[in-house]
């Protein structure tokens, strides 16, 4: 029983409380906390039941059996509990799930409760995908998803964005595309999914299949709506999806983000190729927004990886929407960091100040030595970070409307 001064507080403090323990290695502190008084006790429940996960790694086959029954047992004996399962997550060698009858009982479940699940995520590594499509289709919880997150599949067949008319947020990591590369549940009623956010990582070939337009092949997504799109600057072939997919958000995309980092063979992302090829925003009418994560290798010879994000923002017409441009740089080298300090910030900071057009602008900057661990400290680091905000501030200095904030390993730790 609760005692004061929790028990003088309202309901709402109280799931204010059990809401920020939410952390997905926290469960077991959630279920402590629902034991101790049954005020905390529906909130728990919500939390704790938000997300159902299905993990069969270092599992027998039998042993997942057992898994998914487990939940199966949990979910029958209190059914009121599936009402609350937002997110699913599989991570499967085998995604054959929908054979399963407890996990089929589970999804019925859902499908009778008041609200249904609107996240999906499925990473398997499977190359037979067989039903998986038909198995969505046939439980409902295809017209509910409105996020897909899906990663390393081998041979995605389509159809499983087709089945989902609601999607919203597409998320494709490490995919190859189905042998096939065409849908086989396109109907004539078809009408493909208005994608509002795009995040794709080494999946080109789903990309270049995803912004063909025309009526042959049909249209898998609908980008008249994309307001969101990220990937990784660091991946050629990923960027080279990028100004198709501008070319069909021109009028609708307000928040661009190359920041997925690589994890590619690229010699710890000391390479960091030319951007201004493969990226122009000049017909981006909406941007509001653009991030970018870019290595900086202090040993080479050329120094040019921010005269080359210069030339990207130099794309940006006036006047512009533009509101916050913010800058990650892994530094690679030692003391004292010429080859950084050699680039060209001020030039940087002469095209955030002519994309601003006198407006408020939020210009961030995040610094890294990426050849030490996040808590390490060496002499010199300081001064390296101290120079680098120094040279910003000082080419901003006359520009008032323009708010930079500096963030280094230093600081890291108090924001």
């Given at each position: 029983?609760?005692?004061p001064?929790?028990s003088?507080?309202a309901?709402e403090?109280?799931?204010?409380?059990?809401?920020?323990?939410?952390?997905?290695?926290?469960?077991?502190?959630?279920?402590?906390?629902?034991?101790?008084?049954?005020?905390?006790?529906?909130?728990c429940?919500?939390?704790?039941?938000?997300?159902?996960?299905?993990?069969?790694?270092?599992?027998?086959?039998?042993?997942?059996?057992?898994?998914?029954?487990?939940?199966?047992?949990?979910?029958?004996?209190?059914?009121?509990?599936?009402?609350?399962?937002?997110?699913?997550?599989?991570?499967?060698?085998?995604?054959?799930?929908?054979?399963?009858?407890?996990?089929?009982?589970?999804?019925?479940?859902?499908?009778?409760?008041?609200?249904?699940?609107h996240t999906?995520?499925?990473?398997?590594?499977?190359?037979?995908?067989?039903?998986?499509?038909?198995?969505?289709?046939?439980s409902?919880?295809?017209?509910?998803?409105?996020?897909?997150?899906?990663?390393?599949?081998?041979?995605?067949?389509?159809?499983?964005?087709?089945?989902?008319?609601?999607?919203?947020?597409?998320?494709?990591?490490d995919?190859?595309?189905?042998?096939?590369?065409?849908?086989?549940?396109?109907?004539?009623?078809?009408?493909?999914?208005?994608?509002?956010?795009f995040?794709y990582?080494?999946?080109?070939?789903?990309?270049?299949?995803?912004?063909?337009?025309?009526?042959?092949?049909?249209?898998?997504?609908?980008w008249?709506?994309?307001?969101?799109l990220?990937?990784?600057?660091?991946?050629?072939?990923?960027?080279?999806?990028v100004?198709?997919?501008?070319?069909?958000?021109?009028?609708?995309?307000?928040?661009?983000?190359?920041?997925?980092?690589?994890?590619?063979?690229?010699?710890?992302?000391?390479?960091?190729?030319?951007?201004?090829?493969l990226?122009?925003?000049?017909?981006?009418?909406?941007?509001?927004?653009?991030?970018?994560?870019a290595?900086?290798?202090?040993?080479?010879?050329?120094?040019?990886?921010?005269?080359?994000?210069?030339?990207v923002?130099?794309?940006?017409?006036?006047?512009?929407?533009?509101?916050?441009?913010?800058?990650?740089?892994?530094?690679?080298?030692?003391?004292?960091?010429?080859?950084?300090?050699?680039?060209?910030?001020?030039?940087?900071?002469?095209?955030?100040?002519r994309?601003?057009?006198?407006?408020?602008?939020?210009?961030?900057?995040?610094?890294?030595?990426?050849?030490?661990?996040?808590?390490?400290?060496f002499?010199?680091?300081?001064?390296?970070?101290?120079?680098?905000?120094?040279?910003?501030?000082?080419?901003?200095?006359?520009?008032?409307?323009?708010?930079?904030?500096?963030?280094?390993?230093?600081?890291?730790?108090?924001?």
């Amino acid at each position: 029983m609760l005692t004061p001064p929790l028990s003088l507080l309202a309901q709402e403090i109280l799931d204010h409380i059990v809401d920020h323990l939410v952390l997905p290695e926290w469960d077991e502190d959630l279920v402590h906390l629902s034991l101790t008084d049954r005020a905390f006790t529906p909130r728990c429940q919500m939390q704790i039941f938000r997300k159902i996960s299905l993990d069969d790694d270092d599992c027998t086959e039998n042993e997942m059996k057992k898994k998914i029954k487990k939940k199966w047992d949990i979910l029958q004996a209190r059914p009121s509990l599936a009402k609350y399962i937002r997110i699913i997550i599989l991570r499967l060698a085998d995604p054959q799930l929908f054979d399963n009858l407890s996990f089929v009982k589970i999804l019925n479940l859902m499908k009778q409760s008041c609200a249904s699940p609107h996240t999906l995520e499925v990473e398997t590594e499977d190359d037979r995908p067989k039903r998986f499509a038909a198995g969505l289709l046939q439980s409902s919880l295809s017209q509910t998803l409105t996020t897909l997150h899906l990663t390393g599949w081998k041979g995605l067949p389509l159809d499983i964005i087709v089945v989902c008319p609601n999607l919203k947020y597409l998320d494709v990591r490490d995919i190859i595309l189905g042998d096939k590369r065409k849908a086989h549940m396109l109907t004539k009623d078809f009408r493909p999914p208005k994608i509002e956010r795009f995040d794709y990582y080494n999946s080109c070939h789903l990309v270049r299949r995803l912004v063909k337009i025309g009526p042959s092949p049909a249209p898998i997504v609908d980008w008249s709506e994309c307001k969101i799109l990220e990937t990784s600057p660091h991946e050629r072939s990923d960027m080279s999806c990028v100004q198709p997919i501008l070319k069909l958000t021109s009028h609708t995309l307000e928040e661009l983000y190359l920041t997925i980092p690589s994890v590619s063979d690229i010699p710890d992302e000391k390479r960091q190729f030319p951007l201004k090829t493969l990226v122009d925003l000049e017909l981006m009418s909406n941007l509001r927004i653009f991030h970018i994560y870019a290595g900086i290798n202090c040993r080479g010879k050329q120094h040019t990886v921010l005269d080359d994000i210069s030339k990207v923002l130099s794309s940006i017409p006036s006047p512009n929407r533009f509101q916050c441009f913010s800058l990650r740089v892994s530094i690679y080298g030692r003391k004292p960091f010429k080859g950084c300090l050699d680039e060209d910030w001020e030039g940087l900071c002469t095209q955030v100040v002519r994309v601003s057009g006198g407006r408020s602008l939020s210009f961030r900057v995040v610094a890294f030595i990426n050849d030490h661990k996040l808590d390490d400290r060496f002499p010199g680091d300081d001064i390296l970070y101290a120079s680098l905000e120094e040279k910003v501030e000082q080419s901003l200095s006359p520009y008032r409307n323009i708010k930079f904030h500096f963030v280094s390993a230093l600081t890291w730790d108090m924001q």
